[in-house]
């Protein structure tokens, strides 16, 4: 009996190992699934910096277009007016030639409807025989003269004609072209769009200050805007803009442009924000230096700042790590 139980185990343990093993497997498997080790690689959200990399891609296409746009555009400007110019030389001529054409139709019609004219009736009953001969080289040189009148003017309205033509051809093919040149810009201009729209809301892009991530606020938003709009602008002592600021003038300048109003002096602006420490800085922040506060920025994230640094310096952006920080303030 010892035997016969014993056997019957002994045979049962490779299945047994088996499911136990295929159990093992789906419970890794799916723990593997749960953790996201074994799934699909998620789409990542391109990086700001990505993005900018894209816009400075899609702007180094376009801006060729934008100068062969304008050398298009100025060579129909000259071309037009050439045109305009040959337009008015072609006038005078056009009527010299109308006239031209109309003394000798009614000539011939004359001669055609009456017969010869009253005068060479004149000649031929009465004139003597040289007289009467004077007085037909005398029309038959006032037909040369029509004729040789008329052959030139013709001849100068078809050079003009001409040169005007090769011009028109000129104009209609430029102004295809500036079509063209607009609708790529056009295609280009709408793709930078949606890259920029693309930009996480907490991202400003301003055109003095780099491209600054992390913006808490709407108010701090517009204060950035308003303030990187200012950069290079001189530093006036007692200055609040527009024209000239000095470095709390900047910073209240900035925030009313958001709807807050900041007293003109550093002291009053450190009590009337709210304490920041600077691991939790963001940009739009202001930013106090020395110990007794007699210097204020706008933090921009990344140790940098836009301010009005001192007499002799304009508005820029510097680092915060130039001066000692008192400590960080958000208004509002």
């Known amino acids: 009996m010892p035997l016969q139980r014993h056997v019957p185990r002994r045979a049962s343990r490779p299945g047994g190992l088996r499911r136990a093993a295929r159990r093992v497997v789906v419970l890794v498997a799916a723990a593997a699934v749960g953790a996201g080790l074994l799934a699909a690689p998620a789409y990542a959200e391109p990086s700001v910096d990505?993005?900018?990399a894209q816009i400075d891609k899609q702007w180094r296409q376009l801006e060729p277009t934008i100068e062969q746009y304008n050398k298009v555009r100025a060579?129909?400007?000259?071309?037009?007016?050439k045109s305009a110019g040959l337009e008015k030389k072609i006038q005078p001529l056009a009527l010299e030639a109308e006239l031209a054409m109309n003394r000798v139709a009614d000539m011939a019609s004359r001669y055609y409807i009456s017969g010869p004219s009253q005068e060479l009736g004149a000649v031929l009953l009465n004139a003597k025989p040289d007289m009467l001969g004077e007085q037909m080289a005398f029309l038959n040189r006032l037909a040369a003269q029509e004729r040789k009148q008329l052959e030139g003017v013709v001849k100068i309205?078809?050079?003009y004609d001409g040169q005007k033509a090769k011009l028109d051809t000129l104009i209609a093919s430029q102004e295809k072209q500036e079509k063209e040149l607009a609708a790529k810009k056009k295609q280009i201009d709408a793709k930078i769009k949606q890259l920029e729209r693309s930009l996480p809301v907490t991202t400003v892009k301003t055109t003095n200050c780099p491209t600054i991530n992390g913006v808490v606020s709407n108010a701090a938003?517009?204060?950035?805007?308003t303030a990187c709009a200012q950069v290079g602008k001189p530093y006036v002592?007692?200055?609040t803009g527009p024209n000239s600021f000095d470095c709390s003038g900047l910073t209240q300048y900035a925030y009313k442009a958001a709807g807050i109003y900041l007293t003109h002096f550093t002291g009053a602006q450190w009590n009337q924000g709210k304490a920041i420490s600077r691991a939790d800085a963001r940009p739009g922040d202001l930013v106090f230096f020395f110990s007794d506060l007699h210097h204020v920025g706008l933090y921009l994230g990344n140790n940098q700042m836009v301010h009005a640094p001192r007499a002799g310096k304009p508005v820029n952006v510097s680092s915060i790590t130039t001066m000692p920080v008192a400590g960080f303030r958000r208004p509002g």
Do not use: D, M, P, S
């Open 75 to 81: 060579q129909l400007k000259v071309n037009r007016e």
């Open 221 to 225: 938003r517009t204060a950035i805007r």
């Open 50 to 52: 990505e993005i900018e």
């Open 157 to 159: 309205r078809k050079k």
């Open 237 to 239: 002592w007692g200055a």
